[in-house]
């Protein structure tokens, strides 16, 4: 770490006594002054307090004692107890990870997606794994709030920490309570082990139930529309390299690496928690789900095991600023990397979830229209759906149709056939349970040359007659 000059201290001195000590934690002059302004507009709000109560306390100790624990590496919102979290004030506690401002960003560009959507569900839910302080689900309620007051939000934050889940019902209580948040929808916060296997008996305590089981203890659904998780990702090494000696020492170590793996899975222990993430995601069949990573190689093994699953119709990743104009990205190995700044979460969507990111229109019957096929590139529009395919097999998955309802007509070239289509049982499809109705190809099965393409427009019974056939 760089000394700080003299002059530099002699600067600080001459402006307030304090400052000196608050310049090694915080690198540079200004930053010094706004904390140690904000110490002591915390040091008047407890004085006043106390005093409200018939106490009262040394002003100048308390503040010299905070500075003190400051100077020592003490992050400053553990020292005045909040950070801000988008609009939010969160109250923060030692013990529990502070939340940061990239986490707030991606909850807020999600939630703004959402509310735009002219399909959401009456009843919206949300799941939050590893809630931490409870920021996550807060700041998508008061998001959603903000915006809409015709659908009921549920949103459950799940934490294996005893001590993050009373901190989270404590932001939950004093929000409400000071009006911050709406009073609409329903917020909860329920413990439970994200990597705890629910087939195998849970050890050491009721912390370490696994989600699914905790769920159903709890009573609550165990289908969710949305799953956020900013989970523990930081690898050993990256640990001691990476982080901060005041992130060592101050936040808990818990929030931050993934415990060592017990099977030999070969995922690396930084990468830990995304595939059980990813299972629960398609366990409660999450029609959109949001990653936090370190950074774009986490992201990029992140993003090719959601899609190893076959379950999403689309995956991308958010950089720290999602909403500007995309650098380039030459590395992204086929992934769309939205923004600016260091990759920071993997965004992936199914059926409806589509729709409700922005990605495509509302287009009644095809809402439901997906093409878990990696091979499959599909284009969504208005009207007919269009899909380049680049290999022989492509087996369509249609939720929401019947057989009956939906006609295909394809083209291969410059030849217009009429593929006939059969009901398949879906239950081989992987990681799909059941729902859904799959419609493939059956006895006319276009042998298409591998990259010579073919679009094929799906169309509804309903909307036959309007329909275009053919090239749309
Ligand atoms: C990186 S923090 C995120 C906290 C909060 N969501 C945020 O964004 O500030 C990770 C959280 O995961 C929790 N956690 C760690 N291991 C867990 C597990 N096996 N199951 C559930 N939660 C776990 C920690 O207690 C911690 O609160």
Same mark, same amino acid.
């Given at each position: 770490m760089?000394?700080?000059?003299?002059?530099?201290?002699?600067?600080? *001195?001459?402006?307030?006594?304090? %400052?000196?000590?608050?310049?090694?934690?915080?690198?540079?002059?200004?930053?010094?002054?706004?904390?140690?302004?904000w110490?002591?507009?915390?040091?008047?709000?407890?004085?006043?307090?106390?005093?409200?109560?018939?106490?009262?306390?040394?002003?100048?100790?308390?503040? #010299?004692?905070?500075?003190?624990?400051?100077?020592?590496?003490?992050?400053?919102? *553990?020292?005045?107890?909040?950070?801000?979290f988008?609009?939010?004030?969160?109250?923060?506690? &030692?013990?529990?990870?502070?939340?940061?401002?990239?986490?707030?960003? /991606? @909850?807020?560009?999600?939630?703004?997606?959402?509310?735009?959507?002219?399909?959401?569900?009456?009843?919206?839910?949300?799941?939050?794994?590893?809630?931490?302080?409870?920021?996550?689900?807060?700041?998508?309620? #008061?998001? %959603?709030?903000?915006?809409?007051?015709?659908?009921?939000?549920?949103?459950?934050?799940?934490?294996?920490s005893? !001590?993050?889940l009373?901190?989270?019902?404590?932001?939950?209580?004093? %929000? $409400?309570?000071?009006?911050?948040?709406?009073?609409?929808?329903?917020? #909860?916060?329920?413990?439970?082990?994200?990597?705890?296997? =629910?087939?195998?008996?849970?050890?050491?305590? &009721?912390?370490?139930? /696994?989600?699914?089981?905790?769920?159903?203890?709890?009573?609550l659904?165990?289908?969710?529309?949305?799953?956020i +998780?900013?989970?523990? *990702?930081?690898?050993?090494?990256?640990?001691?390299?990476?982080?901060t000696?005041?992130?060592?020492?101050?936040?808990? !170590?818990?929030? %931050?690496?993934? =415990?060592?793996?017990?099977?030999? +899975?070969?995922?690396?222990?930084?990468? +830990?928690?995304?595939?059980?993430i990813?299972?629960?995601?398609?366990?409660?069949?999450?029609k959109?789900?949001?990653?936090? @990573?370190?950074?774009?190689?986490?992201?990029?093994?992140?993003? $090719?095991a959601?899609?190893?699953?076959?379950?999403?119709?689309?995956?991308?990743?958010w950089?720290?600023?999602?909403?500007?104009?995309?650098?380039?990205?030459?590395?992204?190995?086929?992934?769309?990397?939205?923004?600016?700044?260091?990759?920071?979460?993997?965004?992936?969507?199914?059926?409806?979830?589509?729709?409700?990111?922005? !990605?495509?229109?509302?287009?009644?019957?095809?809402?439901?229209?997906?093409?878990?096929?990696?091979s499959?590139?599909?284009?969504?529009?208005?009207?007919?759906?269009?899909?380049s #395919?680049?290999?022989?097999?492509? &087996? *369509?998955?249609?939720?929401?149709?019947?057989?009956?309802?939906?006609?295909?007509?394809?083209?291969?070239? $410059?030849?217009?056939?009429?593929?006939?289509?059969?009901?398949?049982?879906?239950?081989?499809?992987p990681?799909?349970?059941?729902?859904?109705?799959?419609?493939?190809?059956?006895?006319?099965?276009?042998? @298409?040359?591998?990259?010579?393409?073919?679009?094929?427009?799906?169309t &509804?019974?309903?909307?036959?007659?309007?329909?275009?056939?053919?090239? =749309?």
């Amino acid at each position: 770490m760089p000394r700080i000059s003299t002059s530099a201290l002699r600067k600080a *001195y001459a402006i307030d006594p304090l %400052l000196p000590r608050l310049l090694s934690p915080c690198r540079d002059l200004r930053a010094a002054q706004n904390e140690l302004r904000w110490l002591r507009e915390h040091v008047g709000n407890v004085a006043e307090a106390r005093r409200a109560q018939g106490d009262t306390i040394s002003q100048s100790a308390f503040l #010299h004692d905070l500075v003190k624990q400051r100077a020592s590496g003490k992050p400053l919102q *553990y020292l005045v107890g909040t950070e801000f979290f988008g609009d939010l004030e969160i109250d923060c506690w &030692p013990g529990v990870l502070i939340p940061r401002q990239d986490t707030a960003t /991606a @909850v807020q560009r999600l939630a703004r997606l959402v509310r735009k959507a002219h399909n959401s569900p009456s009843e919206l839910r949300v799941l939050d794994l590893c809630t931490g302080t409870g920021c996550i689900p807060l700041l998508f309620h #008061h998001e %959603l709030y903000a915006a809409r007051a015709d659908v009921e939000l549920r949103a459950l934050g799940i934490d294996i920490s005893e !001590k993050a889940l009373q901190l989270a019902d404590h932001n939950l209580n004093r %929000l $409400r309570g000071d009006k911050t948040l709406a009073d609409k929808g329903s917020l #909860h916060f329920l413990q439970a082990d994200v990597l705890a296997n =629910p087939f195998v008996e849970a050890r050491g305590g &009721p912390g370490h139930i /696994a989600v699914s089981t905790a769920l159903r203890h709890a009573m609550l659904p165990h289908i969710w529309d949305i799953l956020i +998780s900013n989970p523990p *990702y930081i690898s050993p090494s990256a640990y001691w390299k990476t982080t901060t000696r005041s992130v060592r020492v101050f936040e808990p !170590k818990l929030a %931050l690496v993934p =415990p060592p793996p017990t099977s030999n +899975s070969g995922i690396a222990q930084g990468d +830990s928690f995304y595939p059980p993430i990813l299972g629960i995601a398609n366990e409660v069949e999450a029609k959109i789900v949001l990653l936090e @990573v370190a950074d774009l190689d986490q992201a990029l093994r992140v993003a $090719r095991a959601a899609q190893a699953l076959h379950v999403f119709d689309g995956v991308e990743i958010w950089r720290e600023q999602p909403d500007e104009p995309d650098s380039p990205s030459p590395e992204a190995a086929g992934f769309h990397v939205l923004g600016q700044g260091n990759a920071r979460s993997v965004v992936c969507w199914r059926g409806t979830g589509a729709a409700w990111l922005g !990605k495509r229109e509302r287009t009644s019957a095809y809402e439901d229209v997906a093409f878990p096929d990696p091979s499959c590139r599909a284009q969504f529009q208005i009207g007919p759906v269009r899909v380049s #395919h680049q290999t022989e097999a492509f &087996p *369509y998955w249609v939720n929401n149709l019947n057989q009956e309802q939906l006609a295909v007509k394809h083209n291969v070239g $410059r030849g217009v056939g009429t593929n006939a289509f059969s009901k398949q049982n879906r239950s081989g499809a992987p990681g799909r349970q059941g729902l859904d109705t799959t419609v493939a190809p059956a006895k006319v099965h276009p042998k @298409v040359p591998k990259n010579r393409g073919l679009e094929i427009t799906a169309t &509804p019974e309903t909307e036959r007659s309007e329909a275009p056939v053919g090239r =749309p």
